[in-house]
């Protein structure tokens, strides 16, 4: 059996990425089972329950009403010796990065990170920097194993399907030995392009600065982050936080889309680990056409007003 | 603070013949993370006063890495060497590390998010839970608070944030970008000679492959098995036919 | 704004082949006679020792002999002997290996060297030795006491795009030192500063010649290692100098390069895509198909031979290597002329700190040695072809038997940009090779694979005296040549907001090669260099 342990986002919601971490587990064949941590009861639990599950197990304690690590690793420790399954896969994200790593240690197992695929026994992750991709296994086979997927390597989707059980786990953590205070939100310093499932970068094809705008449109239009080569940034029409590329960010979201680019090696080598590659550009020969999944070849400054205005009639 | 010595950000990486690791003949630097976790406790040394000691896991290349970590300011310097440094995963590295500084009493350790190479970004929580010390990641601020107690700066996702208090010792993985990274001077470089550099090999403190808790089986180029599908027609149905995709098949 | 000042007996500028050698050599005459060594500076622009050093070198061994006698046992150098050698004369469709291979072409008892590897090698030894190499750090500016150099200042650190310091910033540094050594490499910018304020020349002006290589991966067994191939003709016409070769390496690597002579009447030469098209060559496809390009570099050479060669010394300092203009341009080795006068100024500068001697006393050591023995018959070799290679064959002939002389003591000749012709009494340009990305690339890719990076937020490096020149007269009258010379495409005419062309600069894709200081028809491009550590990395 494959334990899937849920994140939720701060609302009350089910991160989206918990469903791709669903969508992963399910892959493997085993069934599976999902663990929900909790303070008190909520309707979660029912619509995990629904999500092509075998099993939800819920913890349920007042430590758990906001995160810490030490609090999660010791309640997670009860959950999974209850349990007992094969493997642990949680979603890569900055939570899971924060306690997973104790998690696995205090239990003497190992935890693979970043995955985006299995191989048999094994697990495919990426290594420097996308460059290439490796095959990971447990050094010991009767170990549990502990996996964090990537965001955006499965397809994980909300299900209406029929309810598994649902079954509370008793869970008794010590109080945390951090005092944490409530999460706040601020316009950050810098943009850390790395976190953004998805981006719309710009190219020198908008010729201009004031072109930026439709680029902007876009991004909006997605629900991504603006970036761009680096003569945009280099031109100074975008802070150098927003270059992608040899001597910027390198970056793999789940969509990228190239408007005006034209692919040299130093932009590609920032962008070609995408999930999805869309390009939009006037040249048939274009370089950035070589790793597009999908290609536009025509004027940017026809197709992107009208792909905006799509995607706005039509909302996800 | 802990550091790792990895591959120049642009050097041409090429297969070893065990097909499971990276040849060696290429130019190495600071892992960039680290230099900003570095470059955090160099900063909170000339606020506050203090040491800052760096270690590194690493084969003799290495200590190159110390080395310049010194020339920025660290007082000192322990390289935990070996040839096997390179195979060994974050739970054999971060028990290499527990070993070598035990009997020390450090107030922080700070170590970067994670290494650009293997980026297993596990490390430093790790060596939090091997030393039985609590830990905070993605750091960006560190204030002291009061007797043996943080006062730091996490990042959430999102573009959210929040302050968390923790006792001393602990672990830190810290942000990248939250500063510039200073230069190395000449007089820094000149003086890094006459600090300390013990050396430590892994023999020594009975740490080898044989304590990793995973494996690289192999490495291979990322598979590419899609070709480019050419959305053809005039603007405005290119246009709809990609929204349409977008939508559906992305599914955003 | 105040610059640190550190006081040091002796400075070295540039660690490549020269900068180490007079290092290495005067560690040990300091140990020898018990003198402390440790206030001795070697400055290196480059982010690590070898970095700027471009590699696939044919190498005489004479020098290296001298200075570590076991070097060709060291694995950890991995010189490879030279087996054979030939010269292949290219037309468009066929490569004629000469019968006989021209004697100075002759490369047994030559060993084919990795360059950044010698270098790292000897920079081991050198800081062994304990001396100081500081990577990173580049002479920026000379520093002057009337005509007496007393010292160098270092490039100062964190400076923004604008020419503000940012948060990280660090001034350079002001090097005092009676004893200076500028071992900068070809057309190096503190030599140029010296030789500016100096009036220094030599008789006749430098010229140099652009190498455009690249290192490729190829099939096993394809071409063997420690062959040395030479070309002739093709893609070069016959009043352009040079000549292309190709080095086997190990691993199954070969060198391949195109080095063409920075003199060439035709203003959009563009010296990168004649190597493109030398690859077309059916010979050279046949040689590379099924491989892949790893490396890529540019660099320029001096050629002028012993006329061009300035002075070599003066109050305060010397001048050794490439950066004296030490090459045999006939036999294309400039190499053991680097370590060699490295050995012989590290003499002089231990007679000068010895009381023994002074710095004057180094030419007369370079006259007295080997490097004028080979040099002086070849005084006026590359100034023969001034007319066309077939006078050039001619001068040569004559010169070998006048033991140099030729026609006259001393060819006269000029710089190579006064040779660039005006676009209005030239023919249309050449027709350019459409690079495949799989045998021939563009500019850009090719920099990607020199590994070139510079901190992005710096004031550029390329000081140009009046921009205006660009797009008023230089369009006019050359078509903007510094589009085609530069081999890393930092030198672009794009149409502005208003609709006019101005220059537009990408200084982070320099390769530190020098052509567009030589080559500029007006002379107004300054090469200085970018914050340290940026650059290739070969």
Known sequence: MNLVVIETKSAGKLNPASLETIAAARELGAPVAAVLLEAEETPLAAELARQGVERVLVARHPALARYSPDVWVQSLVQVIGHAQPKRVLLPHSYQVRDFAPQLATRMAAPLIADVIGFQGEGFVRPMYQGKWSAEVRAANPETIVFATIQIGAFRGQPAAGTAAPIELVTVSPSPSLLTAEAPFQEAKQAVDLSQAAIIVAAGRGIKEPKNLELVKQLADALGGELAASRPICDSGWLPMDRQIGSSGQTVAPKLYVAVGISGAIQHLVGMKGSRTIVAINKDPEAPIFEVAD??????????????????????? | MCLKQVPAKDAPLRLAADQRSIREDVAFEINEPDAFALETGLRLKEAHGGEVAAITVGPARASQALREALAKGADRAIHVTGDDAPRLDPYAAAEAITRAIAGEKFDLILTGLQSDDAGFGQTGVIVAELQGAPHATIIMQIEPAGADRVRVKRELEGGFFQFVELPTPAVLTIQSGISKIRYATLMGIKQAKNKPLTTVTLEEIGVNPSLNRQVVEKLFAPVKSKGTTMIEGGAKEQAAKLADILRHQIRL | MEHPKIDAPVLIVGAGPAGLACALHLARLMDAAGLAKDEIYLLEKGRAIGAHQLSGAVMDPRALLELEPDFASDPALGAIPVTDDALLVMTEEHAVRSPVTPPPLNNHGNYIINLPRLAQWLGAKVEAAGLNVFTSFAGRELLFDGRKLVGVRTDDKGVGRDGKPKSNFEPGYDIHS?????????????????????????????????????????????????????????????????????????????????????????????????????????????????????????????????????????????????????????????????????????????????????????????????????????????????????????????????????????????????????????????????????????????????????????????????????????????????????????????????????????????????????????????????????????
């Open chain 1, 294 to 316: 999908y290609g536009v070849v025509g004027n940017l400054f026809e197709v992107v007003p009208e792909l905006v205005r799509a995607l706005e009639s039509s909302p996800a």
């Open chain 3, 178 to 538: 009676p004893i200076i050594v500028l071992a900068e490499g070809p057309r190096g910018s503190l030599t140029r500063e010296l030789q500016g304020r100096l009036q220094l020349s030599g008789e006749n002006p430098q010229v140099y010649s652009l190498g455009v290589k690249e290192i490729w991966d190829l099939p096993e067994g394809r071409f063997p290692r420690g062959r040395v191939y030479h070309t002739l003709g093709f893609p070069l016409p016959t009043n352009m100098y040079g000549g292309g070769w190709i080095y086997g390496l190990d691993d199954n690597q070969v060198s391949i390069g195109l080095m063409t002579a920075l003199e060439y009447p035709d203003p959009a030469t563009d010296c990168h895509n004649l190597f493109q098209k030398f690859k077309t060559h059916p010979y050279m496809r046949d040689l590379l198909s099924g491989g892949t390009m790893a490396r890529y570099g540019a660099k320029t050479t001096p050629m002028g031979g012993w006329y061009a060669l300035p002075p070599m010394t003066g109050d305060g300092w010397l001048v050794i290597g490439d950066a004296a203009g030490l090459v045999n341009s006939q036999r294309l080795k400039g190499i053991h002329f680097a370590i060699k006068s490295g050995m012989l100024a590290a003499e002089s500068v231990f007679d000068t700190l010895t009381g023994k001697g002074t710095l004057a006393g180094y030419p007369a050591k370079v006259n007295a040695s080997w490097i004028r023995r080979e040099l002086w018959p070849v005084r006026n070799f590359h100034q023969g072809f001034e007319h066309g290679l077939l006078a050039g064959f001619l001068n040569t002939g004559l010169e070998m038997l006048t033991g140099g002389r030729g026609l006259r003591a001393r060819y006269p000749s000029r710089p190579g940009h006064e040779r660039m012709r005006k676009v209005d009494k030239l023919g249309p340009p050449p027709i350019e090779v459409v690079p495949d990305g799989k045998l021939t690339f563009n500019k850009v890719t090719d920099v990607f694979h020199s590994g070139t990076r510079h901190e992005e937020d710096q004031p550029c490096h390329l000081l140009i005296a009046d921009t205006d020149i660009c797009h008023t007269r230089c369009v006019r009258e050359y078509g903007n040549p510094c589009q085609s010379f530069c081999p890393a495409q930092v030198y672009e005419m794009q149409i502005g907001e208003d609709g006019a062309k101005r220059l537009h600069l990408n200084p982070s894709n320099c390769v530190h090669c020098k052509t567009c200081d030589i080559m500029d028809p007006y002379q107004i491009i300054t090469w200085v260099p970018p914050e340290g550590g940026g650059g290739p990395s070969y």
